[in-house]
């Protein structure tokens, strides 16, 4: 999460404007889809009213082309998440609001279906939006966001490196582990670094995670900790004022 942050940082010029989301929510997401591998899952996630970003963090992230507005629930802390669906590339979709109202009645009330943001993993994929994701995102009424994990076995589906678009890695970028042979093994694209092994069995190699407006502008996704501050905050506060 600390490196994460300091990319955020490094690349805020990129963004107008940015989102802030919880260290130990972001571990939950982590886990659910984990666990649901290797489907899709898709999340939805409303803002803590009570919980404004802090706003030095916000100065120390906002970018000469910062827009206030852009979207709904700007500038408040990502509060809860809930799953809403499980399947394939073609079952996983922004629901009607009708097929969800009562769904979460017991905490989010009777309209419950109707949330800020929304979130969807790509297994085996790149998380870069594609033409159903754009699609999708035009009823957002705050950010999309895509969770990508890059494990093998990879199955039917082999992971692509071609994709056009900018990745952001949750830590490094998976390669292959160090080999003794100087032959290049047909199998050399599975030999890669191990980050864990998901409830399925999967290797999970790498990480990704984006958000983006459904005007197409990404939008920077902050990690903070419990008292709103980024993880690895005295180290980026240094770099600022270098």
Do not use: C
Request: glycine share 8%.
């Amino acid at each position: 999460m600390v490196t994460y942050n300091q990319e955020s940082f490094h690349s805020r010029e990129s963004y107008t404007a940015q989102i802030h989301l919880p260290g130990h929510l972001f571990e939950e997401l982590v886990w659910w889809a984990l666990q649901a591998l290797p489907d899709e899952i898709l999340v939805g996630m409303d803002i803590d009213a009570d919980a404004p970003h802090l706003l030095e963090v916000e100065t120390l992230f906002k970018s000469s082309e910062h827009t206030e507005g852009l979207f709904q629930g700007q500038g408040f802390i990502i509060g809860e998440a809930h799953i809403v669906n499980r399947g394939n590339s073609y079952s996983v979709h922004h629901l009607p609001e009708d097929w969800t109202d009562d769904m979460f009645s017991t905490s989010r009330g009777s309209r419950a279906g109707r949330f800020t943001h929304w979130l969807h993993t790509h297994p085996n994929a790149p998380a870069i939006p594609s033409n159903a994701d754009a699609d999708a995102a035009q009823e957002t009424p705050g950010v999309d966001m895509i969770l990508g994990l890059r494990f093998s076995p990879e199955g039917p589906l082999p992971w692509f490196d071609d994709v056009e678009g900018v990745r952001r890695r949750v830590g490094t970028e998976a390669k292959p582990t160090p080999s003794k042979s100087r032959r290049r093994s047909f199998f050399s694209r599975q030999n890669l670094t191990v980050l864990g092994v998901a409830p399925s069995g999967h290797k999970i190699h790498e990480i990704q995670l984006i958000a983006f407006r459904k005007n197409g502008l990404g939008i920077n996704v902050i990690l903070v900790d419990k008292d709103g501050f980024p993880f690895g905050w005295k180290e980026l506060q240094e770099k600022f004022n270098q």
